[in-house]
């Protein structure tokens, strides 16, 4: 069945979502029904604030909910921000055990328009909005996650975002029972476009992935891990 699906996708993906999960996601597919081509276009956290810069796509990862009606939103997942830091940072500074703890940690901050990005926690009925003041800000999420396991300091990222650097120890969960409310993971498709067959096994093919993503082979999202240059070091003392 899947070379009787042919033809080009063009998808849209913000940049830490897109390498994080729809990499692998596109791999995958791409395995199921290799006669369709992927075009992947990555998109500025402001692209739905902009209509008249909007193109044709035949669908688009994002993360939250549009706010755009004329988008239909099919829901693949849900994730959430937590807290990391690097165990040389812990090892350093201590760890937080308490959410009020967080002011006598440096941060890693997320830059908005409007200003640094709070952290917003829950653990049951219990909220806490923390605005933190940080050494190091950007309005990258990769930029972030650098800092962080360089070992700059407490950052706030998506779960998703740090699976990879989670499970290798560069970067452990900081007041682990504390995470924001779940945002929806969506993929969007234009409400008045007709539905093509590929994007019809497109949109079956991704709903099956999020519900068993263990039972696919794809290869995972990996970047070189930030860790001191050893050869610096030695290479100094070869130039004395």
């Not at 300091?153 to 409310?181: H, K």
């Not at 234009?190 to 263990?214: E, G, H, P, T, V």
Request: hydrophobic share 40%; net charge neutral.
């Amino acid at each position: 069945m899947g070379h009787d699906i042919a033809g080009t996708l063009t998808i849209g993906s913000t940049g830490e979502f897109g390498t994080s999960f729809t990499s692998e996601l596109l791999f995958a597919f791409r395995q199921q029904y290799p006669q369709v081509h992927v075009d992947v276009i990555f998109l500025s956290l402001g692209y739905f604030l902009a209509p008249e810069k909007h193109q044709p796509f035949d669908g688009i990862f994002h993360w939250g909910e549009p706010a755009n009606s004329d988008y239909i939103a099919r829901k693949l997942g849900e994730a959430s921000f937590c807290l990391y830091a690097s165990p040389r940072y812990l090892e350093q500074f201590g760890e937080p055990s308490v959410p009020a703890d967080l002011a006598g940690h440096r941060a890693v901050a997320f830059r908005r328009p409007s200003g640094v990005q709070s952290w917003h926690l829950e653990r049951g009925s219990e909220t806490v909005d923390f605005t933190p003041t940080a050494q190091c800000m950007a309005n990258d999420y990769w930029m972030l996650k650098y800092f962080a396991v360089a070992g700059e300091g407490i950052v706030y990222l998506p779960a998703f975002f740090t699976e990879i650097e989670c499970m290798n120890g560069d970067l452990v969960p900081v007041l682990p029972q504390w995470r924001s409310p779940l945002v929806a993971i969506n993929l969007l498709y234009m409400r008045r476009r007709y539905l093509s067959r590929k994007f019809a096994a497109f949109l079956d093919f991704c709903l099956d992935y999020y519900r068993q993503r263990a039972a696919y082979s794809s290869p995972r999202y990996c970047v070189e891990v930030v860790r001191p240059f050893a050869g610096a070091r030695s290479g100094g003392e070869n130039n004395r």
